[in-house]
Each structure stands twice: as C-alpha cells, then as structure tokens.
C-alpha cells in the first residue's frame, strides 16, 4: 500500500516547483505540531514532498494578522495577577536540540517558583482544550523548561473570542514523553521520508488542500 501510494504520486510531484525542505536540518514549528496531529499525511505531502498548500498559507497569514491586532488591544495584567504571575517576557524565540523551535508569545514567571507558557488563540474557548492546543503548550513548555531550567507544570491559553477567557492547561509528565514520540514519529517522515497512515477523522479530508492526490483510507 505504501510504495503503490508514492509512486503514484511520483508524477504528479515530478515537474512542480517545491519549496524545499532541508531535511537534516529541519526543526518542528508549532505550526508543524498542529498540521501532524491535524493528520500525519498532511505533513508528508507538505514538508517531505514539498507540495505547497497555498489557501492554507494564505489564511494563516490573514489570521496571524488579525490575532496581532487582538493581541495589541489585550492588556491582561488583572488575569496575570489572578494566577500570581511576577514577571513576563513577551515574544520569547527559543530552539531546542531535540528538534523544536517556537516564538512564545509570553513566558510567565509565577510566584510558585514555577513558570509558564501563554499562548493567544484567535479562537472560542468550547469548553474543552483540545488536543492539538494541550500539545503546543506542551512544546512551548519544553523549550521554556529547557532555557529557563525552572519547573513547568501547566500553561495558560488566552481566547480572544470568547472575552479573553484564561484556561489553565496542566502539563504532565505523561504529556511530555507523549511529546517526545511525537517528535520523532513528524522527524521520521520529514527525514526519512516514513509515509504516516490517514487520519481517522474523515471530515478533516473535505477541506483538505491534498485531497485530490491522497490516497486516503475512507
Ligand atoms: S486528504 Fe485526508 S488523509 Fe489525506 S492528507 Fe488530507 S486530511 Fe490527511
């Protein structure tokens, strides 16, 4: 199924013009965090074929935009306090060896001696975090862990459509060795070109950029 898979696509992916990916030496965004767990095929077509998704880009820009506005009229000193936050660095960039980088939009210093990532979501807050979100808090708490060399046991998401509601996210041991499985299964594809099964959750194929070249399960 695999190699039926890839080389039917060998033509398709023969003449475009890929943006290449440098493979040794590709570090995962949380960007890249939340297409893999959107669907790990996703992930092949875009960073180990190369196959540009431009309507997805496009919205990404429009909505980076649009949340940097938000974020310039947020001011959520009274939410800081509440959780006994002391001190705060905005716009934190960090890498780590382990093959993960991000910009941070705030690193908490909490007066518990712990510190936290907070993480705007130009989003509704449904009563629930989702997976996806949990996990790049959990990226952003290993980067600020390793950097910081302070204990991070949660961290916060601000949504800004629903009033700037604050959730506290509890990071776990369990979701930092989930983290690093993760990792490695997005570098096996990216570097050594694994091909990752479709995504269980077919409605996620509809609005798929890939859809017409995926060989999907469904
Ligand atoms: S069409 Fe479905 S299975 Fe294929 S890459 Fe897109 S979301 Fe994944």
Known sequence: ??????????????????????????????????????????????????????????????????????????????????????????????????????????????NDGSIAALDYKYAEYKEVTFKNHQYQLTLYSQLIHEHFHMPVNRGFIIYTRSNNKLVEVPISERMYANLDIIIEDILNVVQKGMYPEATKYKARCLDCCYKNICEKVI
Do not use: Q, W
Request: with cysteine; charged share 35%; net charge positive.
């Open 1 to 110: 199924m695999r190699e039926s898979c890839t080389e039917g696509l060998s033509e398709f992916t023969k003449n475009m013009n890929h943006e290449i990916v440098d493979a040794a030496v590709f570090s995962i965004t949380a960007s890249d965090l939340l297409e893999y767990l959107f669907c790990p095929r996703f992930t092949y077509f875009e960073l180990y074929l190369g196959i540009p998704e431009h309507e997805e880009r496009r919205f990404k820009v429009r909505k980076g935009r649009t949340i940097h506005e938000d974020k310039a009229k947020i001011n959520p000193d009274y939410l800081r306090k509440k959780i006994g936050c002391i001190d705060r660095k905005k716009s934190v960039y960090l890498s780590s060896p382990k093959g993960i980088r991000g910009i941070i939009d705030e690193v908490l210093f909490l």
